[in-house]
Structures are given as structure tokens and as C-alpha cells.
């Protein structure tokens, strides 16, 4: 399956931290090298924003919502990206995906991190 499998989410309070991580076994790695992957949230009612990229140099961008809070890496060995969460707000609340920043890979299910107040 061609579509990224991403895990890691959960609950925490506010100011707490989570790692999620994306996989991609199903595309062999020279395919998974060159891309520019991302990580996507989607909230309840609101449209999907794109949170993170980082490109095959590691070159690293990110909403502005999360800067400073958020770190996106990726272990190309491992095929697997992973976003880094600190300092989490109620706001960051959402379904987390990974795709490439064209948004051509499926969509995977996705994982739920919920912040308490």
C-alpha cells in the first residue's frame, strides 16, 4: 500500500509534548528519498492546513502557527518522517497526516492528538 501509515498521537494537557511519526513501507526508498514530505491537521469543521515540510536536503518549513514549537524530521533509512510537538495548545487539536507536499501520495488514516486545557 502506497499510502503513509502515521502514528504517535494522543492525549495530553496543554504544555505537554508528542512525537508522531509517519512510515511509508509500502515505497521503496529511492522512491521515498526525493520526496518533499509533509505533515497535515485537519480540526473538527475546519478545512485541512498543512503544519510542516521538509524537503530531500532537510531543508524545513513550517505554518506559523507552530513555529518554535514544532519540528519536523525525517529517517530516510526507516522510510519515516516524524513532527516533534512541544508545548502543545487545545489548538493544535486535530487529526495529524503525512503526505508529500503535493499531496499526490493516498491518504492514510491519520492520527488523532486532542490537547486538554
Known amino acids: 500500500q502506497r499510502q503513509p501509515v502515521e502514528s504517535g498521537g494522543g492525549l495530553v494537557q496543554a504544555g505537554g509534548s508528542l512525537r508522531l511519526s509517519c512510515r511509508a513501507s509500502g515505497m521503496i526508498t529511492s522512491t521515498f528519498n526525493p520526496l518533499t514530505m509533509a505533515w497535515y491537521r485537519q480540526a473538527p469543521g475546519k478545512q485541512r492546513e498543512l503544519v510542516a515540510t521538509?524537503?530531500?536536503?532537510?531543508?524545513?518549513n513550517y505554518a506559523d502557527s507552530v513555529k518554535g514549537r514544532f519540528t519536523i524530521s525525517r529517517d530516510n533509512s526507516r522510510k519515516t518522517v516524524y513532527l516533534s510537538m512541544n508545548n502543545l495548545k487545545p489548538e493544535d487539536t486535530a487529526v495529524y497526516y503525512c503526505?508529500?507536499?503535493?499531496?499526490?501520495?493516498?491518504w492514510g488514516q491519520g492520527t488523532q492528538v486532542t490537547v486538554s486545557s
Open positions: 521538509i524537503s530531500a536536503e532537510r531543508n524545513t
Open positions: 503526505n508529500q507536499d503535493t499531496m499526490q501520495l493516498p
